[in-house]
């Protein structure tokens, strides 16, 4: 089966750097997304990792680490925009057709 | 512009009266699929949809129905809605051609059954 693992909330400052953790045990997955989601609005997609390694977006990079079963977003230069809930998902194997959301990370930024 | 649209955006009603919202997506995506979101539990799929006549149970089917006559629709139907029915839904839909499953969500639909 699957389980995903993430922070309930974190606070960060602006212009900061914060780390959201994404922890999963599954019997295996095809890849790895992140999702923001503002208060209100529709889950966008930030990234997917399909390999071990960090994968660099402009002020947001995403890395998966399969042989520890853990992810992590990370978010520079903080901005106040980014205060959002974040997604963790997996694709299981073989599965292309499903997503499997943790419960997402709330992330408050302060000024 | 590109994009996933659902009707109603909220709806208030009553247990047992039947209804149906809508979705349609204009990027000639095959796949697409319904989440409800509920506090502390995230985003769980209900039904999901391969191609046209093609639809298949995700997490949480029970007391929900979909169809997919048309590729761009893709509608959730609640026969005898009930108080536990109440969330935020979401509609999907996903191209099949990039290798992973980026999906694209409607603005979602605020759904009370008193």
């Known amino acids: 089966g699957q389980n995903i693992d993430q922070p309930t909330e974190m606070t960060a400052t602006e212009g900061a750097i914060v780390q959201i953790n994404c922890t999963y045990q599954?019997?295996?997955?095809?890849?790895l997304f992140w999702y923001q989601q503002h208060a209100g609005e529709a889950p966008t997609f930030l990234s997917y990792?399909?390999?071990?390694g960090l994968e660099e977006k402009g002020r947001f990079s995403s890395f998966l680490s399969r042989s520890k079963g853990y992810s992590y977003l990370l978010l520079k230069e903080l901005q106040m925009k980014d205060s959002a809930s974040y997604l963790c998902?997996?694709?299981?194997?073989?599965?292309?057709?499903?997503?499997?959301f943790g419960k997402g990370t709330r992330l408050h930024i302060l000024p | 512009e590109a994009q996933v649209t659902q009707n109603p955006r909220y709806l208030i009603t009553v247990t047992g009266k039947k209804l149906t919202v809508t979705c349609s997506q204009n990027?000639?995506?095959?796949?697409m699929s319904w989440y409800r979101q509920d506090p502390g539990l995230g985003l769980r799929q209900i039904y999901y949809?391969?191609?046209?006549?093609?639809?298949d149970k995700g997490d949480v089917p029970e007391g929900y129905k979909v169809s997919r006559k048309e590729k761009r629709n893709f509608p959730l139907i609640l026969e005898s809605p009930s108080p536990n029915q109440t969330s935020l839904y979401f509609c999907?839909?996903?191209?099949?051609?990039?290798?992973?499953?980026?999906?694209?969500f409607g603005p979602g639909t605020r759904l009370t059954v008193l």
């Open positions: 998902a997996v694709n299981p194997m073989n599965r292309d057709d499903k997503i499997i």
């Open positions: 599954t019997s295996g997955f095809n890849g």
């Open positions: 990792n399909v390999l071990d």
């Open positions: 999907a839909s996903s191209p099949r051609d990039r290798g992973y499953n980026e999906q694209f």
């Open positions: 990027m000639n995506h095959e796949y």
């Open positions: 949809s391969m191609n046209v006549e093609v639809t």
